[in-house]
């Protein structure tokens, strides 16, 4: 009996560590997209490159030569300070927004016009040490692309394309 709920015991901790350490099933929550080829027109920049991963390992491939073609504008990042302090730390609110749309090639019709991609995260940064406030500016405009790169992927998706 006692060996039973050992057992038990270990197979439960075991199972919440590898919950804890991050284990994922390869393919689980990868976004998957209904169209198999895009065109995208962007200035190269970080986040086109972003978006052009994303497409990619959503299965998209990116030519030139597609029916449909993803315009992406010029991000946008913006900053606003959420607490009062001026020195110590003080609570930021980073915002990552981006125009884009979606034109199909043939007649040049768009099916999303003068869309906006829109992300936001808060980040607290500290005065005292400014490198590695600079890093974590710099990972939270990293996360915000792949962020802004799904709400991408989730919107071509819900399109109604032939």
């Known amino acids: 009996m ?3 709920t050992v057992l038990t015991g270990l197979l439960a901790v075991s199972l919440t560590a590898l919950a804890g350490c991050g284990f994922q099933l390869r393919g689980l929550n990868q976004p998957t997209l209904s169209l198999s080829e ?3 027109s ?3 920049s970080p986040f086109s490159e972003e978006v052009k991963r994303s497409l990619e390992s959503a299965g998209t491939r990116v030519v030139d030569d597609a029916d449909l073609r993803v315009n992406l504008g010029d991000e946008r990042i913006s900053e606003t300070r959420l607490t009062r302090s001026d020195s110590g730390s003080r609570e930021t609110e980073i915002t ?3 125009p884009f749309s979606v034109q ?3 007649d040049s019709a768009y099916l999303l016009n003068q869309q906006q991609l829109e992300t936001s995260t808060t980040v607290l940064l500290s005065t005292d040490d400014i490198y590695s406030g600079e890093e974590l500016r710099t990972g939270a405009v990293r996360q915000l692309r792949r962020d802004a790169a799904e709400q991408l992927i989730d919107r071509l998706d819900a399109l109604d394309t032939p």
Do not use: D, W
Request: net charge positive.
């Open 2 to 4: 006692i060996r039973r």
């Open 38 to 40: 895009l065109s995208l």
């Open 42 to 44: 962007a200035n190269v």
């Open 96 to 98: 990552l927004t981006a």
């Open 104 to 106: 199909r090639v043939s």
